[in-house]
């Protein structure tokens, strides 16, 4: 069963941090690449980060200098540092495998206001 529980989110002022994290079940985590996605009101979901078994990443433009994705492959878990944030990072995050699945969990909310 997939199971994919994300946590961390909250309210934060423009360059504030928070980090992220994602429990996922082992039948996806130890098989696939995973990422972390975002959902602004309005915009379509966005991937913005990747980490592959081995701990090699890639980011997306917008966030590349700022955000930090991690795995801790005994514990399931992928995470994401997020540093100097900004009003436009505010989103849902949600984090699934990569190619992404049909089942995603209910995301965690960020809001980057002052």
């Known amino acids: 069963q997939v199971q994919l529980v994300e946590s961390g989110g909250g309210l934060v002022q423009p360059g504030g941090s928070l980090r992220l994290s994602c429990a996922a079940s082992p039948s996806i985590f130890t098989i696939y690449i995973m990422g972390w996605f975002r959902q602004a009101p309005g915009k379509q979901r966005e991937l913005v980060a990747t980490?592959?078994?081995?701990?090699?990443?890639d980011y997306a433009d917008s966030v590349k200098g700022r955000f930090t994705i991690s795995r801790d492959n005994a514990k399931n878990t992928v995470y994401l540092q997020m540093n100097s944030l900004n009003t436009e990072d505010t989103a849902v995050y949600f984090c699934?495998?990569?190619?992404?699945?049909?089942?995603w969990g209910q995301g965690t909310q960020v809001t980057v206001s002052s």
């Open positions: 699934n495998r990569i190619p992404w699945g049909a089942i």
């Open positions: 980490i592959t078994r081995t701990h090699i990443t």
